[in-house]
């Protein structure tokens, strides 16, 4: 059996929680990521058979039963986790009945996954329902995007506009747009169930005044996906002093989606398309 802590999607996770908490978007025990890991890769790395021990999962996990996910721990913090990835990680496989879950390896002072738990594994369900490639599913609290949502419009076809407007990668990199959901208490039922509805239409779910989910078939997609959007949000705010008066025009985003093969982007976000691109 080979080494977990030598797996790429370890490494891969690792890696992540690095670079999120350096750019400042997890403070304290902000943020949370799950990793869907399929089992002849999981097995290669663990014994399937042999459990360390089995914990509730405190919702209906139904829907992802037997799937194992590596997921960061309750109260760990991303910055602590290169420095011991079996006591702020864990792996974990969900029970047939969707209501406990075997602890695989991992949690080893007696953890249980990220307080965001369900919003992570409804969030796979429900994105598995219109990806089956789909892996990641990643949340944090970068800086400008919090930013954003103290003053911008939290209508989504609005915000997402703003983004697509400010920057010329972002129509490209997330032709689906931007989900918003407003403020609501995190770690809930609630906030879950509304985070993978959200899901089944966009990769991205901006939290009013808490953050961001991103989901993704890698690391690179989801983690790309949060850093365009972040980035766009640095530059809107470093502008909203002054009034904008250049912006990419509704039939410019059209075009860029002809020219990158973007057939199904969110038209219905931009209300100013001309005939030609109605
Ligand atoms: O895990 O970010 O949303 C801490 C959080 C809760
Ligand atoms: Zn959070």
Redesign the pocket.
Request: proline content about 0%.
């Given at each position: 059996m080979k080494k977990v802590t030598d797996a790429p999607f370890l490494q891969d996770f690792v890696e992540a929680t690095q670079n999120i908490y350096r750019l400042g978007w997890?403070e304290r025990?902000?943020?949370?990521i799950s990793y869907l890991i399929g089992e002849d890769e999981a097995k290669e790395y663990l014994d399937l058979d042999n459990a360390l021990r089995t914990i509730p999962t405190g919702f209906d996990a139904r829907g992802v039963e037997g799937k194992i996910f590596l997921v960061?721990g309750?109260?760990k913090y991303f910055r602590n986790v290169i420095k011991d990835p079996a006591a702020n990680l864990g792996i974990i496989r969900v029970g047939a009945d969707g209501a406990s879950a075997d602890v695989l390896w991992g949690f080893k002072d007696g953890g249980r996954p990220?307080?965001?738990f369900s919003?992570h594994i409804l969030s796979h369900r429900a994105r598995l329902s219109v990806d089956p490639e789909n892996k990641i599913v990643m949340?944090?609290?970068p800086n400008y995007t919090m930013a954003m949502t103290y003053s911008h419009e939290l209508d989504e076809a609005k915000f997402t506009r703003t983004l697509w407007s400010l920057n010329t990668e972002c129509i490209v990199d997330f032709p689906d747009g931007v989900g918003v959901l407003p403020w609501m208490p995190?770690?809930t039922p609630e906030i879950g169930a509304a985070t993978a509805e959200k899901l089944k239409e966009f990769r991205i779910v901006v939290?009013a005044i808490?953050?961001i989910y991103a989901v993704g078939r890698n690391m690179d997609e989801a983690f790309g996906l949060i850093e365009t959007v972040e980035k766009t949000a640095t530059t809107y705010l470093i502008g909203s002093h002054l009034p904008i008066v250049n912006r990419i025009p509704d039939d410019g985003l059209a075009e860029l989606c002809s020219i990158y093969d973007k057939k199904n982007y969110r038209k219905d976000f931009l209300p100013e398309l001309s005939e030609k691109y109605k």
């Open positions: 997890a025990n902000g943020g949370n960061t309750a109260g990220t307080s965001e919003a949340h944090c609290h995190c770690g939290w808490h953050g």
